[in-house]
Structures are given as C-alpha cells and as structure tokens.
C-alpha cells in the first residue's frame, strides 16, 4: 500500500474524506491536528507546548511535528497523512524516514472554505466531523456516531480561521509546486459533494 498525502486549505475537508479513505484503503490515518487535540486534552507537555499556536492559527514547529509523526509511522502499512507535511522543511524531514508515493492536492476557493469552517461542529468525545449546512447531526447537538456533545473547534472562530488561512498561503501553499515538481501531485477539486470528492479520489488510488 502506498503512503499518500493529503494537502489542501484550512476546512478542505481532509478530514472528512481520510475517514471514508481510510475505511476503504486500509491506510494508517496520520492527521497530526488530531493527534495535537489528543495531546491538548491530556495536557501532556507536547500539548501545553501546542495549545497556545493552534489557538492563534500558527503552525506548531517542525521538529515538534517531525518527531511525533515519526513515532507513529509503521513502516509495514500504508499511510494516510492528512495535515503533514504543511512546510517544505516537515516535507523534506518526511523523507528522510518514509516515502511518499502521491499527493492528492484538494483545490477549494476561500470563501468556500470559510462558509464550511463557519458551521462545522466536532464530537467532544470522539471527534467524528458535522456541518451544519451539508452534514447535519440526525439529533441536533448530538453525535451520530456515539452520542457525545457537538462544539465548535475554538480555531474555527472567524478571526482565527483568517490566520490559518493566511498561515497557509505562506507555509503550506508552496508544497504544491514542490511535489508538482516532483511529479506526484494529482489536483482534486473539492468544491463538490463529500461523495464525488472520496469517489475521484478513490479512482486516482486505483488507478
Ligand atoms: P488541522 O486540524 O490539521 O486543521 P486544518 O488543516 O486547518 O484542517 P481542518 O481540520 O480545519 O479542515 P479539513 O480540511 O480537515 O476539513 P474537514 O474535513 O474538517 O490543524 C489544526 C492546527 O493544528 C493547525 O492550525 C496548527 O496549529 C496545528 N497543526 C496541525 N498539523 C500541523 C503540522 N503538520 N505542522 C504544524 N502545525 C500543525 O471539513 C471542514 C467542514 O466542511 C466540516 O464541517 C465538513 O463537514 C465540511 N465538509 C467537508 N467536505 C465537504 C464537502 N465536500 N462539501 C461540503 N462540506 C464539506
């Protein structure tokens, strides 16, 4: 199984489609924003180290992140980065413990992105993603899933969201041009259903 990266802005929905992706593919999920809330709610050192950058829309430093991701590759199983690499510096730290074999650029305009993370809400207690708009809770408030209480991620509050996505355009926006280069992006436009984004994704993996 190839080891696959998922790029794309702020509220893309690289979370949404990792999910059905890895149910699919077997991939090993790597998201290190969830990994960084898992720490955050524990208050482990990393976490008290992350809280104050995720709250402001900054990235967590790159040796930070190299270190934990590392940890949690298997070399044995396919992978499934979603959120890493998000500098040139965590892309070429990347390599020099793993390989990638294709990255799958989610193209989406801002202010589409800016209308998702607006109404998306979490699971508290198990992290499964909603958007008020177009993914709604069957019961509102309530998790599909397991039950826990829906909130709104602190970062996703306007002024926070406009740092992220500046953030982005500076550090993240120029590994598209870095793995185009390389000849390993495929661009998938995301400004369509959740189920047309995860089937032209699924064709680019089996094809
Ligand atoms: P992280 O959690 O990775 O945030 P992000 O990249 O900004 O991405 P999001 O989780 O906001 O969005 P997404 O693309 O996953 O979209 P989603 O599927 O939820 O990182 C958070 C923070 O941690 C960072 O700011 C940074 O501080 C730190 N961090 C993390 N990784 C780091 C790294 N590598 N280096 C340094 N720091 C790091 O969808 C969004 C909404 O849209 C949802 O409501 C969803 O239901 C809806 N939606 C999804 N798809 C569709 C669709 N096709 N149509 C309509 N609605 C949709």
Do not use: W
Not at 35 to 49: D, F, H, I, S, W
Not at 119 to 142: D, E, F, H
Not at 154 to 168: G, I, S
């Amino acid at each position: 199984m190839k080891n696959v990266v998922l790029l794309g802005p702020p509220g893309a929905g690289k979370g949404t489609v990792a999910a059905r992706l890895v149910q699919e593919f077997k991939f090993l999920h790597v998201s290190t924003g969830d990994m960084l809330r898992e720490e955050v709610a524990q208050n482990t050192p990393l976490g008290q180290l992350a809280k104050g950058y995720m709250a402001r829309g900054e990235l967590v430093p790159d040796e930070v992140i190299l270190s934990m991701v590392r940890q949690r590759v298997d070399a044995k199983k396919g992978v499934l980065f979603d959120g890493f690499p998000r500098t040139i510096a965590q892309a070429e730290g990347l390599e020099r413990f793993t390989t990638v074999d294709l990255v799958i650029f989610l193209e989406v305009e801002q202010e589409e992105v800016v209308r998702r993370l607006s109404s998306r809400v979490v699971c508290s207690a198990c992290g499964a993603v909603y958007n008020l708009i177009t993914q709604p809770p069957r019961v509102q408030g309530k998790c599909d899933q397991c039950g826990g209480t829906l909130v709104q991620r602190e970062d996703d509050k306007p002024e926070v969201v406009a740092r992220r996505f500046a953030v982005y355009m500076r550090d993240s926006a120029p590994l598209v041009a870095y793995y185009e280069g390389r000849g390993m992006l495929r661009r998938v436009r995301a400004d369509r259903s959740p189920d047309e984004v995860f089937q032209a994704i699924a064709e680019v993996l089996r094809s």
